[in-house]
């Protein structure tokens, strides 16, 4: 599985910005696939993630209700629209796919075994 991300930049507080990541895998091969971020000094962190279905979304409490998660599997594209960015938003955003399952959303990064390349985000006060 390959991904990439993109979308990032500089953003107000209170504005929004919408992530895209694009995905490609084997014919047949089904997904999870999930977002995460990474301040500088802090460890990366979950944001939230999607079921290959798209039936299932969960998102961290840190977001919750200001970001949403989608994805289309015709385009092979998933996209993260985030809203009512705050300063503590700052981090670069990568997205992931888990392999293991496709209906079920883990929150940790080790289940996570493939990786886009970030895209980085900057939210001003």
């Known amino acids: 599985v390959q991904l990439q991300a993109s979308g990032g930049g500089l953003v107000q507080a209170g504005g929004s910005l919408r992530l895209s990541c694009a995905y490609s895998g084997r014919t047949g091969s089904r997904f999870v696939t999930a977002w995460f971020r990474q301040a500088p000094g802090k460890e990366r962190e979950f944001v939230s993630g999607?079921?290959?279905?798209?039936?299932?979304?969960y998102y961290d409490a840190s977001v919750r209700g200001r970001f949403f998660v989608s994805r289309d599997n015709a385009k092979n594209t998933m996209l993260l629209q985030m809203s009512s960015l705050k300063p503590e938003d700052t981090a670069v955003y990568y997205c992931a796919a888990d392999t293991s399952y496709s209906e079920y959303i883990d929150r940790s990064s080790v289940s996570y075994d493939y990786w886009g390349q970030g895209t980085e985000v900057t939210v001003s006060s």
């Open positions: 999607i079921t290959w279905s798209g039936g299932s979304k």
